[in-house]
């Protein structure tokens, strides 16, 4: 794992002689200098790294959230990272479900509700959605283009019943304030 600390503008033109072929390997293995990121063991670490003191979250503004990703390419893993995040930020966790009828009531029989909540494709949020104050979020569609649209990264600044409160981290809207239904 390589935890990026953005050292440069050498980044970019790094990893794309590494995608082109054109950093010597042997055994299709190639050595990675430093210039690309620091080495770290495990993904405890790896969090550190990129968020430090992140159980400071309330002190921090929303330029120093701007500046920090993790990202990951299964989402078992982004799961993990992310259960790992919310345990190390303050508050309590608020849970946020999914909306559990079927459009016809002869449905009901074919598709159990344990089996619908049960599932969990890519590009769709989980059956239940956990949160806490200050939490880096992403968004999965898009609802008011092209301030928030599907990638847009937000940063939870209030939790309410119905609708989350957060600041656009990305996109042409960096430091709005905006509010996302959470019945959407």
């Known amino acids: 794992m390589r935890a ?5 503008i050498t980044f970019p033109s790094k990893l794309l002689s590494v995608g082109d072929g054109k950093i010597p390997h042997s055994n299709n293995k190639i050595e990675i200098d430093c210039d690309l990121g620091v080495k ?10 990129v ?13 120093w959230m701007c500046q920090r ?9 982004v799961d993990e990272i992310n259960d790992i995040i919310l345990s190390k930020l303050p508050g309590d966790i608020v849970t946020y ?15 159990p509700q344990e089996f619908l909540n049960s599932l969990n494709p890519s590009g769709l949020p989980p059956h ?3 949160l806490k104050i200050g939490a880096p979020i992403i968004l999965l569609r898009n609802l008011k283009p092209p301030n928030l649209c599907n990638g847009t990264r937000l940063q939870v600044k209030f ?8 600041i656009v981290l990305t996109g042409p809207a960096v430091g709005q304030t905006v509010l996302i239904p959470a019945s959407q």
């Open 51 to 63: 968020y430090p003191d992140i159980s400071q979250i309330e002190n921090k503004d929303h330029q």
């Open 4 to 8: 990026h600390l953005g050292r440069g």
């Open 128 to 130: 239940s959605l956990n």
């Open 97 to 111: 479900t999914s909306i559990d009828t079927v459009m016809d009531q002869e449905d009901v029989v074919n598709y």
């Open 40 to 49: 770290v063991g495990n993904i405890e670490e790896l969090i550190t790294k």
């Open 159 to 166: 939790l309410r019943n119905n609708v989350i409160v957060a």
């Open 69 to 77: 990703a993790i990202l990951a390419a299964r989402n078992s893993n």
